[in-house]
Each structure stands twice: as structure tokens, then as C-alpha cells.
């Protein structure tokens, strides 16, 4: 049963656009969720995280949404740029399931010159 | 050591063979996760070691599998009797003691023949 969800499994953005991630989620007591990025043949790497007591964090060009009754999230970057180009990772967490983390599929994101 | 270090980083084996995956997690993380990127999937839940109490093996896929960690430190995933379906990325990550960050290591990529 997946927990997280990303529907969309690619994206292609023009450089200096605005790139937006979605990601779903099922269980209500996730509390903490997190963007990772994932270069071909490296690990994910830590990207940008909201708590659910919060519905924006920004990072300089990444910006991280929560609405919490809608379940749902997504990472802006803007502008983008062609070093963005990867996977992104949408995971989430919570005291009441363990800490354990729950990842999404990832949505490949192509950022065109 | 800086990062989590993983090994082998490439591994090739016949169907049937055993083979060992070791995760060095960062110095002082207390909690180690297993993680396994099958191709075209999302990251999935293995395993899970938390200090000195019981690992989380609910996301073990079979017996075949299994895990152990040596003085809270260095990680062993051992799967036994390989199939083909096994053939994947399997990541390992740690973090401190609360934190709510996975650091992810480059991963060890297994083909099995």
C-alpha cells in the first residue's frame, strides 16, 4: 500500500521557469515530510522539509507547500536551472508510525537550456 | 567516516548464490535504515536499527533476507538463494538521535543472472 504518492513520473521545464513536484499522501499522522534529490548513480540527498505545523519552508530557489487537509505537497523550484535535472523524492514521517520513512516513486525532472 | 559508505558498489551474482551488502553509517547516527530502489520503482522499506533496540524487519520482502548490525555501527544485509527479482539499488541511510533527516549513502547496485 503506498503511503506517498507522486502521479507524476517525469517533467520537463524550460530554464528560468518555475517547476512544480506534487505529492500525495494517505496516512494523517505524518508530521514531518522532506524533498530529496537523487543524481543517476548517487544516493538521495536531503533537499528541503516542512513539519505540519507549518505550510510554507523556503530555501533560497526551493520552496516547500503543505495542505495538510488536502494531504498533499509540492516543491517549487524557481527559477529553474539545468543542474536541477533529477530525481525528486517526496517522503514523510511520524512519531505515531515509527519514524519510520515512507518515500514516493519520484518524479524525473528535465530542466531544458 | 564523512558520509555513509557502502559496499560493494556494483555487484553481479548468479541466481541461487548469497551475497553480502555492508553499510559503515556516519559516526554517532544511532539509527540505520535499509532501503531498496527496484527499476522504475520508488524507494522501499527494508529494514530499520535503532540504537540497541529491536530493528523494524517489516519490510522485509522474504526469509531470504535478513540483516544484523555490529555494535551499533557497521550493517550487514544478507540475501540468500538470489532471484532475478532481487536485482536492484539497495540504499542504506542514517541519522543522529532525533533527527528527522536520512543521510543516504551511494548505494550497491545488485544484477542478478
Known amino acids: 500500500d503506498q503511503q506517498v504518492k507522486q502521479n507524476s513520473p517525469s517533467l520537463s521545464v524550460q530554464e528560468g521557469r518555475i517547476s512544480i513536484l506534487n505529492c500525495d499522501y494517505t496516512n494523517s499522522m505524518f508530521d514531518y515530510f522532506l524533498w530529496y534529490k537523487k543524481y543517476p548513480a548517487e544516493g538521495p540527498t536531503f533537499l528541503i522539509s516542512i513539519s505540519s505545523i507549518k505550510d510554507k519552508n523556503e530555501d533560497g530557489r526551493f520552496t516547500v507547500f503543505l495542505n495538510k487537509s488536502a494531504k498533499h505537497l509540492s516543491l517549487h523550484i524557481v527559477p529553474s536551472q539545468p543542474g536541477d535535472s533529477a530525481v525528486y523524492f517526496c517522503?514523510?514521517?511520524?512519531?505515531?508510525?515509527?519514524?519510520?520513512?515512507?518515500f514516493g516513486t519520484g518524479t524525473s525532472l528535465t530542466v531544458i537550456p | 567516516g564523512a558520509g555513509v559508505s557502502q559496499s560493494p558498489s556494483n555487484k553481479v551474482t548468479e541466481k541461487g548464490k548469497d551475497v553480502e551488502l555492508r553499510c559503515d553509517p556516519i559516526s554517532g547516527h544511532t539509527a540505520l535504515y535499509w532501503y531498496r530502489q527496484s527499476l522504475g520503482q520508488g524507494l522501499e522499506f527494508l529494514i530499520y536499527f535503532q540504537g540497541n533496540s529491536a530493528p523494524d524487519k517489516s519490510g522485509l520482502p522474504s526469509d531470504r533476507f535478513s540483516a544484523e548490525r555490529t555494535g551499533g555501527s557497521v550493517s550487514t544485509l544478507t540475501i540468500q538463494r538470489t532471484q532475478q527479482e532481487d536485482s536492484a539499488v539497495y540504499l542504506c541511510a542514517s541519522s543522529q538521535p532525533g533527527a528527522n533527516v536520512l543521510t543516504f549513502g551511494a548505494g550497491s547496485r545488485l544484477t542478478v543472472l
Open positions: 517522503a514523510a514521517s511520524g512519531l505515531a508510525t515509527g519514524n519510520q520513512f515512507y
